[in-house]
């Protein structure tokens, strides 16, 4: 099948041969018909499958063929919401890439960075806006946007924004939306939340889904190596020094672990930088474009950067720390092995984290090959200790505010983040102090772990 057969226009295709694509993945050649025909959609598919151009080639079509005439600053037709400032990005890239023979505008606002230039544009009037909750938010409550004139909706990876404690930003966005209007939701995973959600918000969805739900591609060769937790760093430095690795995407659980271990790997010859929620905007891009183009070897990051990190041909990725959350070894993973390529990820796991491994196997519904690297056997001896879940995946993800504001003071949406996460860390404390004595087991749900 080609995209010609899709039905998007001349403008499109155009677009999508320059950028070297000629046969739509599974996910687009099920979703963009569907979306033309203005139907509301609820998409799941494994990352790295074209999922973003699969909603935003037939978003552009229809936005074009539906305009109307207007008066003054042009209306905002279109909302893409997307939980991270990198998938926010990414998106906002697409739409110019893809839309670029079109005379629609566009733009994306995300935190970290002043928003004044954020406002200017926006006065001057889009079409398209891909913004994350928190910051789009804040241009409400500053009068810079109008979302009133909303008819197309998208939610990406909206599950990870139920994940990062978003349900009631998205709420009051979705209050100032009209009602009639079309819906897309799409994510790697969907949990009973985002059930619910879909089924308060789409109207007679179609189902795409192009993979089993919450599985890996099978393009990624994944394997686990046991190792005693003192010894990890030691390994991993053997791995990509023996293994010559040139381009390795390395997963720690915490900011300072990851900060930690990036400072480690250059101290051994290893050009490493770290991404995570406390590194200002312009430092995680400088990582992340240093590490694209070769100038850095390995990039340390947090689960911020399981999702919307879209690396060409990533060959490594590795779980140094196994996340909290199972879900989450999907879309870290799902960083190699996109568009076609195949990739390999490796996990090091010690005796604290086979009951995240067992989790993840039942979620993926597969064992994970494991194999014992010479002289890194692990001690029998040591027994398992409790994983640390106290400082929760939520500020990982980047909701807690960078000190590094170019604006020169914390936003709205940072300030709400850091009351949400106060809050949620006095919940925590209050119920172990009520569990205290009567069970070690943790009771941590995700939104506040």
Known sequence: MSFESLGLMAELLRAVSEKGYNTPTPIQTQAIPLILQGRDIMGGAQTGTGKTAGFTLPLLQRLFTTA?????????????????????????????????????????????????????????????????????????????????????????????????????????????????????????????????????????????????????????????????????????????????????????????????LSDQLNTDGITAAAIHGNKSQGARTKALADFKTGKVRVLVATDIAARGLDINQLPHVVNYELPNVAEDYVHRIGRTGRAGNEGEAMSLVCVDELKLLSDIERLIKRDIPKVIINDFEPDPAIKAEPINKGRGNQQQAGRKPSRNNSAGKKSASARNDQRRTFKERSNNQSQSRRTTGQSHQRGHSHAGS
């Not at 990876?157 to 709420?171: K, P, T």
């Not at 969805?205 to 010894?231: C, G, M």
């Open 68 to 260: 109307k005439e207007h008066t003054g600053r042009r209306p905002l037709r279109a909302l893409v919401l997307t939980p991270t400032r990198e998938l926010a990005a990414q998106v906002a890239e697409s739409v110019d890439i893809y839309g670029r023979h079109l005379p629609l505008k566009s733009t994306v606002v995300y935190g970290g960075v002043s928003i004044n230039p954020q406002k200017i544009k926006l006065v001057k009037g889009v079409d398209i806006l891909v913004a994350t909750p928190g910051r789009l938010l804040d241009h409400v409550s500053q009068r810079s946007v109008d979302l009133s004139k909303i008819e197309i909706l998208v939610l990406d990876e909206a599950d990870r924004m139920l994940d990062m404690g978003f349900i009631r930003d998205i709420r009051k966005i979705l209050a100032l939306i009209p009602k009639q209007k079309q819906t897309l939701l799409f994510s790697a995973t969907f949990s009973d939340e985002i059930k619910k959600l879909s089924s308060d918000l789409l109207k007679s969805p179609a189902l795409v889904e192009v993979a089993q739900r919450n599985t890996a591609s099978e393009r990624v060769t994944q394997v686990v190596h046991p190792v005693d937790k003192s010894r990890k760093r030691e390994l991993l430095s053997y791995l990509i020094g023996s293994k010559n690795w040139k381009q390795v995407l390395v997963f720690n659980r915490t900011k300072h672990g990851a900060n930690r």
